[in-house]
């Protein structure tokens, strides 16, 4: 077993190589300006959507910022309880009919905004009955459908991480989740949106596991778990990213532990006839994308992603990576959204200065910020004519 001083060193070897690639990438467009679209002075957010009328959702897990409610809507500046203060209150006698810490928002192509609940606050074993995805009528601002997901694929190890939808599969179409598990096994989620059917795909599969010996490099240090009391551990978390194609045949996604994008066809990941090893056969490599928390898609086919390790947003465009804009103010790019006006927006959340990282000191320095690039293109938005 290699020393902790070898990984670490092994870690910085590979962050200046991944340095030397970018500074290699050939001379690009210039980089587009950061806009500051949004401030947070409290909890920390982690998901971002942007509807295609423009209105603009966040959420903020119950990871221990105490936040007093788990979604939010961006409204004037002031981020207000969505869709209002008593679905964000949790109620233990009644799981599925309250938001308990949601980890994803994600606004359809049908005017409403979804809601992906982890039921798992600070990373616990989720609440019984609590993990689900949950519709909101955007024109009425009420839930219009709750699907809660079985014991069968919300394993005990579980944390539902992001989400994206096709709505032209089946009778009320498909959705597609990450588990980001820490502490278990990754893999892809399928959920029949019409019957609430749902089944786990490439649980357990290298491609949704975190990367053997991966050790990102953030704020020039080695990101690791370092508790307060005892040793540091490596960061391991499992299928994280997520994105689908501009037509809706493939679906993208990754480790967040780990730098490689992969696809694998949708037709496959949702027919239950075709077996693991057969799915498995047909995913393929995209290349090195950078450590990613998310990623977006967009309308000409491109795939966007955050880096982590050097504040970036970078691009799939043509089968080649390159990077976007990098700058400080990028301080762990979280989630990504594509608004119908022509931007990427994402999260800047300093996610890596967290206590659980620097032996219980909190280095986060609020405001939080939702950040935004000009992309010149929309979002994917899967539905029928």
Request: hydrophobic share 55%; no cysteine; aromatic share 10%.
């Given at each position: 077993?290699?020393?902790?001083?070898?990984?670490?060193?092994?870690?910085?070897?590979?962050?200046?190589?991944?340095?030397a690639a970018r500074a290699a990438e050939p001379s690009a467009a210039p980089a587009p300006a950061i806009e500051q679209v949004a401030q947070f002075d409290g909890a920390m957010p982690t998901g971002i959507t942007v509807a295609?009328?423009?209105?603009?959702?966040?959420?903020?897990?119950?990871?221990g910022d105490n936040a007093p409610f788990t979604v939010g809507e961006v409204v004037n500046g002031t981020t207000v309880p969505y869709p209002e203060l008593a679905t964000n209150q949790p109620d233990p006698a009644a799981p599925a009919a309250h938001f308990i810490s949601v980890q994803s928002v994600v606004a359809d192509g049908a005017n409403r905004l979804w809601v992906l609940d982890t039921a798992a606050p600070g990373f616990r074993t989720p609440q019984p009955g609590g993990a689900k995805l949950v519709a909101i009528d955007l024109a009425t601002n009420t839930i219009v459908r709750t699907i809660v997901l079985p014991d069968s694929v919300v394993l005990p190890t579980t944390y539902l991480n992001d989400v994206r939808f096709d709505l032209r599969q089946g009778e009320a179409g498909v959705a597609y989740i990450t588990d980001s598990s820490n502490a278990g096994i990754g893999g892809i989620i399928v959920v029949d949106l019409a019957t609430g059917k749902a089944f786990r795909r490439l649980s357990g599969h290298a491609s949704t596991a975190p990367e053997p010996d991966f050790t990102p490099v953030v704020d020039g240090e080695p990101l690791m778990n370092r508790p307060a009391n005892g040793p540091a551990k490596p960061v391991r978390v499992a299928s994280d990213a997520i994105a689908l194609s501009a037509d809706g045949s493939l679906l993208y996604y990754g480790p967040l532990s780990g730098r490689t994008l992969y696809a694998v066809p949708t037709a496959a990941l949702r027919d239950p006839r075709v077996s693991e090893a057969d799915l498995a056969g047909q995913i393929r490599d995209m290349g090195a994308k950078g450590a990613s928390d998310g990623i977006a898609e967009d309308d000409r086919g491109r795939v966007f992603a955050g880096d982590y390790e050097h504040n970036a947003i970078r691009v799939l465009d043509q089968g080649k990576w390159s990077t976007v804009v990098t700058d400080p103010a990028i301080s762990w790019p979280d989630t990504l959204s594509i608004g119908r006006d022509g931007y990427l927006y994402f999260t800047a959340n300093q996610l890596h200065r967290q206590a659980g990282f620097h032996e219980g000191r909190d280095l986060r320095r609020k405001p939080y910020a939702v950040l935004r690039i000009r992309i010149d293109s929309g979002p994917v938005l899967l539905t029928r004519p």
């Open positions: 077993m290699k020393s902790l001083t070898a990984t670490l060193a092994a870690a910085l070897s590979i962050a200046l190589a991944n340095d295609p009328n423009g209105r603009m959702f966040v959420n903020f897990p119950q990871w």
